[in-house]
């Protein structure tokens, strides 16, 4: 038995959540949240508006349940496991469908009801179930048990908005920076086991702030981000890549520094890897570093048929090799060269309809 606790990096003097001017909101339609292919290459599709829809055999059908209606329509992420889709909502908490039986089943047990307003969702290597919250921290259900990680027990901040699963345990990406949970025996008390699985662990001195993590301009010369909140991790091979609230995409290195991935700006709300290349999709376009692992990373940015000023939300990888692109109005688009787009998808009239 093995429980995550919490080790590693925090900022000591950042702003209260809110500081920074807000970004304008786009309407709640169908925001294109998630998206996951299953093997034999149906696409999932979690929306922030019209709930969860299968597309198979070129026709896009919703998941309802057994009254006709959608278990929620505010849908933050999925995430397949088998032949169960988990996914996390904004306002009805954790949700499962069984994409064999094709019928919802009951989540137990239940998270409980500071996890209802979910943006995190993630399993570890193990089989662990992670959860993050809007402002309840998060949780991991462990031997059938949820067991609560939030502020109490040392996670930087209450408010989390993806977690990213590594060999060694977790990153926990929130409103106040980017945290890792590490594996450690239930014996001790906010430790880590070494790489030689010592028998007796050491316990951590308190949380400091790490210097990759800074806002300010120690961190990255002038590419510094000014808004420490971190919307989304893609842990690569020993990097890390995130993407900021407002202030594009950057690395973390194995020797503790981070690097802006030039040219990236604005809110980034998905990464993925498509090719050997890291893909970046956000607020202000879509862009390509064709070497993620390159000294000075920098990213292209895509020409694209859609309009200026759509948000990207979601990137996937389709069973055929495809990358496929969800933005804030409902449309998924397709390349299969990462050079040319088609829309694939697009809601419209209650439903997702092919152009």
Not at 65 to 79: F, N, T, V, W, Y
Not at 213 to 236: F, I, K, R, T
Not at 339 to 353: C, E, I, N, P, V
């Amino acid at each position: 038995m093995v429980l995550l606790l919490l080790v590693g990096f925090a900022l000591t003097t950042l702003p209260e959540r809110g500081a920074a001017a807000p970004l304008p909101l786009p309407e709640y339609t169908a925001v294109i949240r998630s998206m996951v292919v299953d093997a034999s290459g149906r696409l999932w599709i979690g929306s922030f508006g019209a709930g969860v829809w299968v597309c198979e055999n070129g026709r896009a059908v919703p998941l309802l349940d057994a009254h006709g209606e959608h278990p929620s329509r505010r849908i933050s992420r999925l995430l397949l496991d088998g032949h169960r889709l988990w996914v996390a909502t904004a306002g009805e908490g954790l949700l499962c469908y069984d994409t064999a039986a094709r019928r919802w089943l009951p989540v137990d047990p239940d998270p409980g009801p500071k996890m209802r307003a979910l943006h995190g969702l993630a399993r570890t290597a193990d089989g662990r179930l992670l959860l993050g919250s809007v402002g309840s921290g998060a949780a991991e259900l462990r031997d059938g048990v949820w067991h609560h990680l939030g502020r109490d027990q040392g996670l930087g901040d209450d408010w989390v908005n993806d977690i990213a699963p590594t060999t060694t345990g977790a990153w926990f990406a929130t409103s106040r920076g980017v945290w890792h949970v590490a594996a450690v025996a239930p014996s001790a008390s906010f430790g880590f086991l070494s790489s030689a699985h010592a028998s007796a662990p050491r316990v951590p001195p308190p949380p400091t702030a790490d210097a990759w993590l800074y806002p300010g301009g120690s961190c990255c010369g002038p590419d510094a981000w000014d808004n420490p909140e971190v919307n989304v991790l893609l842990p690569l091979a020993s990097f890390t890549f995130l993407g900021t609230m407002a202030d594009g995409a950057f690395r973390h290195d194995p020797d503790g520094e981070t690097r802006k991935l030039a040219g990236t700006r604005g809110s980034i709300q998905a990464l993925c890897l498509w090719r050997n290349a890291l893909w970046i999709a956000g607020s202000q376009g879509l862009w390509q570093v064709g070497d993620p692992a390159a000294p000075r990373p920098a990213a292209t940015q895509l020409l694209t048929p859609w309009e200026p000023g759509v948000t990207l939300k979601s990137l996937a990888v389709t069973h055929r090799d495809s990358l496929l692109i969800g933005t804030h109005d409902g449309r998924i688009f397709a390349t299969s060269d990462g050079k040319t787009f088609s829309l694939a998808l697009q809601y419209a009239d209650g439903g997702f309809r092919q152009p």
